[in-house]
C-alpha cells in the first residue's frame, strides 16, 4: 500500500501559467515532506521542503503549501517555463530517515 | 562542490551473476543511501548508512547488501540477480544530526539483467 501518493500521471500546463502538484499522503506520524524534480538519465533534484509545523514554504518560483488535516500537499510553479518540464516526486521523510516516495507527475510546460 | 558521484554509470549483467555499485557522497556528508527505481515508480529505499553502520533497511532480499568505508563512500552490492532487479540505482548523501532531511542524488546506475 502506498503511504505517498501522486494521482495525476501527467500535467500539460502553457507557458506562464500557474503548474499545481498535488500529493497526498496516509500516515499522519509523517512531519517532513520535500519534493524533487528529475529529468531523464539524471538522478532527482532537491527543489523544496516542509516541515509539518508549518503550513507554507516558498523559495522564488516554487511554493508548497501543506493542509495536515487532509493529508495533502501541493507544490505551485509561478510562472511556469518551459525549462520545468520534469518528472516531480513528492516524499515524505520516513521513521529510518529514509525518504518515502510518489510514483511521480510529468510535468510539460508548453511554449 | 562535487556532488555525488556513483559508478560504473550503465551495467548489464546476467541472471544469478553478483553486482557492485559505488557511490561517493557530497564533501561534509557521513550519510548514504540507497534506493531503487524501476520505470513508472518512485525510488524505494533500500539501505541508509551513518558512520560506516546500517541506520536504516527497506524491504528488500538478503541478496542486497552494502556497506560503507571511513571515507564515507559506499558499496551496494547485489547477489544472484534477478530479471526484476533490472533498475536504476540511486545513491544519495546527507547530513545527520540536524533539522535538514534533505538528501541529495547522484546520477544513478543502470543496472539491466538479462
Known amino acids: 500500500d502506498q503511504q505517498v501518493k501522486q494521482n495525476s500521471p501527467s500535467l500539460s500546463v502553457q507557458e506562464g501559467r500557474i503548474s499545481i502538484l498535488n500529493c497526498d499522503y496516509t500516515n499522519s506520524m509523517f512531519d517532513y515532506f520535500l519534493w524533487y524534480k528529475k529529468y531523464p538519465a539524471e538522478g532527482p533534484t532537491f527543489l523544496i521542503s516542509i516541515s509539518s509545523i508549518k503550513d507554507k514554504n516558498e523559495d522564488g518560483r516554487f511554493t508548497v503549501f501543506l493542509n495536515k488535516s487532509a493529508k495533502h500537499l501541493s507544490l505551485h510553479i509561478v510562472p511556469s517555463q518551459p525549462g520545468d518540464s520534469a518528472v516531480y516526486f513528492c516524499a515524505a521523510k520516513g521513521s529510518q530517515g529514509n525518504l518515502i516516495f510518489g510514483k511521480g507527475t510529468k510535468l510539460s510546460v508548453k511554449p | 562542490d562535487a556532488g555525488v558521484t556513483q559508478s560504473p554509470t550503465h551495467l548489464i549483467k546476467t541472471r544469478g551473476q553478483h553486482v557492485t555499485l559505488r557511490c561517493s557522497p557530497i564533501?561534509?556528508?557521513?550519510?548514504v543511501s540507497w534506493y531503487q527505481q524501476v520505470l513508472g515508480q518512485g525510488p524505494q529505499f533500500i539501505f541508509q548508512?551513518?558512520?560506516?553502520?546500517?541506520?536504516g533497511r527497506g524491504n528488500f532480499p538478503d541478496r542486497f547488501s552494502a556497506r560503507q568505508f571511513p571515507n564515507y563512500s559506499s558499496e551496494l552490492n547485489v547477489n544472484a540477480l534477478l530479471l526484476g532487479d533490472s533498475a536504476l540505482y540511486l545513491c544519495?548523501?546527507?547530513?545527520?544530526?540536524?533539522?535538514?532531511?534533505?538528501?541529495?542524488f547522484g546520477p544513478g546506475t543502470r543496472l539491466t539483467v538479462t
Open positions: 548508512y551513518y558512520e560506516k553502520e546500517e541506520r
Open positions: 564533501s561534509g556528508h557521513k550519510s
Open positions: 544519495a548523501s546527507s547530513l545527520i544530526g540536524t533539522s535538514i532531511y534533505e538528501q541529495y
